[in-house]
């Protein structure tokens, strides 16, 4: 009996063993699945801040556009004003 009742602890010990190591398994499965959705997740955050990027760089450019075009029209109005002026000036004599 003596032979059997330490083989009974023992074999508990050895049960508690593999089921914390099953256990530690489990999270460890958990824990790397979650890296998995971490890694996807910086993936998707990559990927719109480069979406972001190239929505900020075309209204870089159109605003760059936009006002290339103002410019040119403000020249085209001085011009016409001075023109207008110049005719007052000639009709005014």
């Known amino acids: 009996m ?5 083989q009974h602890p023992t074999g508990k ?5 593999f089921d914390r190591g099953e256990e530690l398994l489990a999270q ?3 824990e ?6 971490i890694g996807s997740v910086d993936a998707e955050l990559a990927t719109r801040r480069n979406e972001l990027l190239f929505k900020l760089n075309d209204q870089i450019e ?3 556009e ?9 020249r085209r109005l001085k ?3 001075n023109q207008l002026e110049s005719l007052r000036h000639i009709l005014g004599d």
């Open 32 to 37: 790397s699945q979650s890296l998995g959705n």
């Open 79 to 81: 011009k016409n004003l």
């Open 66 to 74: 936009a006002l290339q075009q103002i410019q040119q029209i403000e």
């Open 2 to 6: 003596g032979s059997s009742g330490e």
């Open 62 to 64: 159109r605003t760059k």
């Open 13 to 17: 010990i050895q049960r508690d063993i």
């Open 28 to 30: 460890l499965v958990k």
